[in-house]
Nanobody, 123 residues
Framework: QVQLVESGGGSVQAGGSLRLSCAASRHTYNVYFMGWFRQASGKEREGVAAIFTGGGRPYYAASVKGRFTISQDIATNTLYLEMNSLKPEDTAMYYC????????????????WGQGTQVTVSS
């Protein structure tokens, strides 16, 4: 499996920004998508942003479109999530994930997961 370690979470005021990073091991053979997911207390996990590793095309949940930007640095095997104009409803544990399967939707069948990094937005 791909080893993933998230960092960059923290507590910010509404309207603030954070950049999350996900350091991946070099064992990234046949990773089709990388994604960011989040799970708030008492709620189901949801996909936030994903990127097609073969070309860098991004995908976003409607709730974060225009505010978040996903990117990847192939040279360093690092995934990023730039989070701007943060809202209290963005508060959640954020997870980095890798999709090594060729089937399923953009948000399904992710096989490798990081431990998560907490993002708390106050207002």
């Amino acid at each position: 499996q791909v080893q993933l370690v998230e960092s960059g979470g923290g507590s910010v005021q509404a309207g603030g920004s954070l950049r999350l990073s996900c350091a991946a091991s070099r064992h990234t053979y046949n990773v089709y998508f990388m994604g960011w997911f989040r799970q708030a207390s008492g709620k189901e996990r949801e996909g936030v942003a994903a990127i097609f590793t073969g070309g860098g095309r991004p995908y976003y949940a409607a709730s974060v479109k225009g505010r978040f930007t996903i990117s990847q640095d192939i040279a360093t095997n690092t995934l990023y999530l730039e989070m701007n104009s943060l809202k209290p409803e963005d508060t959640a544990m954020y997870y980095c994930a890798a999709k090594r399967k060729a089937y399923g939707s953009i948000w399904e069948e992710y096989t490798d997961w990081g431990q998560g990094t907490q993002v708390t937005v106050s207002s």
